[in-house]
């Protein structure tokens, strides 16, 4: 059982540069987010998916693209990727958006804009 | 929205000695909080969370305590040992469509 799985687990960008954080979860959730991590900053919400075939900005969407291409899968896209992209993405799941079910996390894909 | 403010940013204690981390948060409507660990490299872990019907829960030498009036809730860590060494976060929501707000985390040093 692998949990949250994210790919690449780190990547070096020039800017202008596109490219797609994958994520992939074996454990039925029906919720998906993908989040940033700055130093200071804690996490904060990029894009969230609370079932197959929708998708929602979060706190900081801009620059960012997601899909959701079935249960188990849900990919970041950086379509012309700038210094301030910097950061530790994160991909997490649960059962569902509403109410107190805990987030499950990948290990983080460590990305940096030259 | 949600703001969830934490403190202290940083925390060093001897091993065996105790630590507390606390959290508030601004809204009321707010229901559900766990708490997080992140060891060096790796993506945040559940390590207890708490619901707002309970006062407090407690998982070996791990408990967190709410207060809902004072809209705070603290982590507390008995007996440290080194590798409760990591960075914690808090987080908050509520059942009316919002998502986790996470407090901005403590990094937790045991020294042997």
């Known amino acids: 059982n692998a949990g949250v799985t994210q790919t690449p687990k780190f990547q070096v960008l020039k800017t202008g540069q596109s490219m797609t954080l994958q994520c992939a979860q074996d454990m039925n959730h029906n919720s998906m987010y993908w989040y940033r991590q700055d130093p200071g900053m804690g996490l904060r919400l990029i894009y969230y998916?609370?079932?197959?075939?929708?998708?929602d900005k979060g706190e900081v969407p801009n620059g960012y693209n997601v899909s959701r291409l079935n249960k188990r899968e849900f990919s970041l896209r950086l379509e012309s990727a700038a210094p301030s992209q910097t950061s530790v993405y994160f991909c997490?799941?649960?059962?569902?958006?509403?109410?107190?079910?805990?987030?499950?996390f990948g290990d983080g894909t460590r990305l940096s804009i030259l | 929205g949600e703001n969830v403010e934490q403190h202290p940013s940083t925390l060093s204690v001897q091993e065996g000695d105790s630590a507390v981390i606390k959290c508030t948060y601004s809204d009321s409507a707010s229901n559900y909080f766990p708490w997080y660990k992140q060891e060096l490299g790796k993506g945040p872990q559940l390590i207890i969370d708490i619901r707002s019907n309970v006062g407090e829960k407690k998982d070996q030498r791990i408990a967190v305590t709410l207060n809902k009036t004072a809209k705070h809730f603290s982590l507390h860590i008995t007996e440290t040992q080194p590798e409760d060494s990591a960075v914690y976060f808090c987080a908050a929501r509520n059942n009316y469509g919002q998502n986790f707000v996470f407090g901005p985390g403590t990094r937790l040093s045991v020294l042997p």
């Open positions: 997490a799941s649960n059962w569902d958006r509403g109410g107190g079910q805990p987030q499950h």
């Open positions: 998916s609370a079932s197959e075939g929708t998708t």
